[in-house]
């Protein structure tokens, strides 16, 4: 079926799990003052314990071994690093990833940490975050301090998580922290993001990291209906929010915008292209594309009919990610590296039987195997996500677990996809 090297795994992000937000001096993030604000988060939901990982994190990563998966994906907090996202390094910070390390190793599982999965060091914050080209560079030095301690154990080190939705949902459009409201001059953002990539990149491999990728967030634009301008307005949209993520990496420069980049300095395209081991590719559904509106975007987004939705209302396209990941190759050929399916998951109600995530699941590795029968290199699929967990904006209300886990107690229960993704695995490896 897979081959027996295919990577199986799970993901998580440090701030949706951990918890313990001022504990052993991590500093405070974007997310934290984000989820103070009223109204920012469903239900004034707060991060302040999540799934209190951080204090029961040697049961998570039993967890993960019960599964027999080969890899872990999680991500690695700045502000425990670094609490004001600069200067020299929290040491109790890096002890905990450490530990995780270990324990990981331990258990024989590879460890994939992300550097950044959207919790900006606030102090970085109030000095203009991504729209401060500064950013990048501070970023690449939080990046050398984490290599410097953790390089020897590392599999796969990604650095950014999802700059797309940084650029558009915490800058664009404010439904994430920071909440900016900035359209289209949020523009900087991910300019600044992908030198941040690049310059880690390099920071990384001068402190021995093996392997580097970036995971992206690819959600296809379908034209809602055949007329030219919904077309010409997906081709809109897959630029600027797909392409422009993965051209300036794989190509070394951007797709035509048709906007303004006067923040593009030269010889940065060189830094952001510097060469890169994987691809990291977080899928969840394509987006439907119309004719823009008049608030100024060069499209406008339509739900897509047709398909069965989950808890979020997400369709569920599993079609969707072959297609994705033949476009990529059509799109990036010899120069696209190998692929990893950095997420890939859904939320459903709360129930411990949860056979429509089953469906899910086997729905999409099934997408992942035909798009290798096309001969595309993929090397590894990871769920999203081990447990439940704080779903920004929407709080604790997501389910998206292969486990449950009940806030009041903290008591961690798999689901019956647990079960089902470590049977597969067991006979694919
Ligand atoms: C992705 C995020 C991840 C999680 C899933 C549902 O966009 O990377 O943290 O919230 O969506």
Same mark, same amino acid.
């Given at each position: 079926?897979?081959?027996?090297?295919?990577?199986?795994?799970?993901?998580?992000?440090?701030?949706?799990?951990?918890?313990?937000?001022?504990?052993?001096?991590?500093? &405070?993030?974007?997310?934290?003052?984000?989820?103070?604000?009223? *109204?920012?988060?469903?239900?004034?939901?707060?991060?302040? #314990?999540?799934?209190?990982?951080? !204090?029961?994190?040697?049961? %998570? +990563?039993?967890?993960?071994?019960?599964?027999?998966?080969?890899?872990?994906?999680?991500?690695?907090?700045? &502000?425990?690093?670094?609490?004001?996202?600069?200067?020299?390094?929290?040491?109790?910070?890096?002890?905990?990833?450490?530990?995780?390390?270990?324990? +990981?190793?331990?258990?024989?599982?590879?460890?994939?940490?992300?550097?950044?999965?959207?919790?900006?060091?606030?102090?970085?914050?109030?000095?203009?975050?991504?729209?401060?080209? @500064?950013?990048?560079?501070?970023? =690449?030095?939080?990046?050398? /301090?984490?290599?410097?301690?953790?390089?020897?154990?590392? @599999?796969?080190?990604?650095?950014?998580?999802?700059?797309?939705?940084?650029?558009?949902?915490?800058?664009?459009?404010?439904?994430?922290?920071?909440?900016?409201?900035?359209?289209?001059?949020?523009?900087?953002?991910? !300019?600044?993001?992908?030198?941040?990539?690049? +310059?880690?990149?390099?920071?990384?491999?001068?402190?021995?990291? =093996?392997?580097?990728?970036?995971?992206?967030?690819?959600? &296809?634009?379908?034209?809602?209906?055949?007329?030219?301008?919904?077309?010409?307005?997906? #081709?809109?949209? %897959?630029?600027?929010?797909?392409?422009?993520?993965?051209?300036?990496?794989?190509?070394?420069?951007?797709?035509?915008?048709?906007?303004?980049?006067?923040?593009?300095?030269?010889?940065?395209?060189? #830094?952001?292209?510097?060469?890169?081991?994987?691809?990291?590719?977080?899928?969840?559904?394509?987006?439907?594309?119309?004719?823009?509106?008049?608030?100024?975007?060069?499209?406008?987004?339509? %739900?897509?009919?047709?398909?069965?939705?989950? *808890?979020?209302?997400?369709?569920?396209?599993?079609?969707?990610?072959?297609?994705? /990941?033949?476009?990529?190759?059509?799109?990036?050929?010899?120069?696209?590296? &190998?692929?990893?399916?950095?997420?890939?998951?859904?939320?459903?109600?709360?129930?411990?039987?949860?056979?429509?995530?089953?469906?899910?699941?086997?729905?999409?590795?099934?997408?992942?195997?035909?798009?290798?029968?096309? *001969?595309?290199?993929?090397?590894?699929?990871?769920?999203?996500? +081990?447990?439940?967990?704080?779903?920004?904006?929407?709080?604790? !209300?997501?389910?998206?677990?292969?486990?449950?886990?009940?806030?009041?107690?903290?008591?961690?229960?798999?689901?019956?996809?647990?079960?089902?993704?470590?049977?597969?695995?067991?006979?694919?490896?």
């Amino acid at each position: 079926m897979f081959p027996p090297d295919f990577q199986w795994g799970v993901a998580t992000s440090a701030y949706q799990i951990e918890g313990a937000t001022t504990e052993d001096g991590r500093g &405070p993030s974007t997310w934290d003052t984000f989820c103070r604000e009223p *109204g920012r988060v469903r239900d004034g939901h707060t991060a302040d #314990v999540a799934c209190d990982h951080y !204090h029961r994190w040697a049961e %998570d +990563l039993d967890l993960i071994a019960g599964l027999g998966a080969q890899a872990y994906r999680f991500s690695i907090a700045w &502000p425990r690093v670094q609490p004001t996202g600069s200067g020299s390094a929290n040491p109790k910070g890096l002890d905990f990833y450490d530990r995780l390390v270990d324990g +990981l190793a331990a258990r024989g599982v590879a460890a994939v940490p992300t550097l950044y999965h959207w919790d900006l060091p606030q102090p970085l914050e109030d000095e203009g975050g991504w729209m401060n080209r @500064d950013t990048a560079h501070r970023f =690449a030095e939080y990046a050398a /301090l984490v290599a410097e301690r953790l390089a020897d154990r590392v @599999d796969l080190w990604i650095t950014l998580n999802e700059p797309m939705v940084v650029m558009s949902y915490g800058y664009a459009f404010g439904l994430y922290a920071p909440g900016r409201t900035l359209m289209l001059d949020a523009l900087p953002t991910a !300019h600044h993001q992908l030198l941040a990539h690049g +310059l880690a990149a390099t920071a990384l491999r001068a402190e021995g990291a =093996a392997r580097i990728g970036v995971a992206n967030h690819y959600t &296809p634009a379908w034209p809602a209906g055949d007329g030219p301008e919904d077309v010409t307005a997906a #081709v809109a949209f %897959d630029a600027l929010l797909n392409w422009q993520f993965t051209d300036p990496i794989l190509l070394g420069r951007y797709p035509g915008l048709g906007l303004d980049l006067a923040h593009v300095r030269d010889g940065d395209l060189e #830094v952001i292209a510097a060469p890169i081991d994987a691809l990291g590719v977080n899928y969840y559904n394509p987006t439907g594309v119309a004719a823009p509106d008049d608030d100024g975007l060069p499209f406008a987004i339509r %739900d897509l009919k047709g398909f069965p939705t989950t *808890g979020m209302g997400w369709p569920v396209v599993p079609d969707g990610l072959h297609r994705l /990941l033949v476009d990529l190759r059509e799109r990036y050929g010899a120069a696209l590296p &190998p692929v990893y399916i950095t997420e890939s998951g859904c939320s459903y109600d709360e129930s411990l039987d949860d056979t429509a995530r089953i469906g899910f699941l086997n729905a999409h590795i099934g997408a992942v195997r035909a798009a290798m029968n096309d *001969g595309i290199d993929v090397r590894g699929y990871y769920v999203w996500s +081990l447990l439940d967990n704080f779903e920004w904006a929407e709080g604790y !209300h997501p389910r998206f677990g292969l486990v449950h886990v009940d806030y009041a107690t903290q008591k961690r229960t798999p689901r019956a996809s647990y079960a089902w993704y470590r049977d597969l695995i067991a006979a694919c490896s």
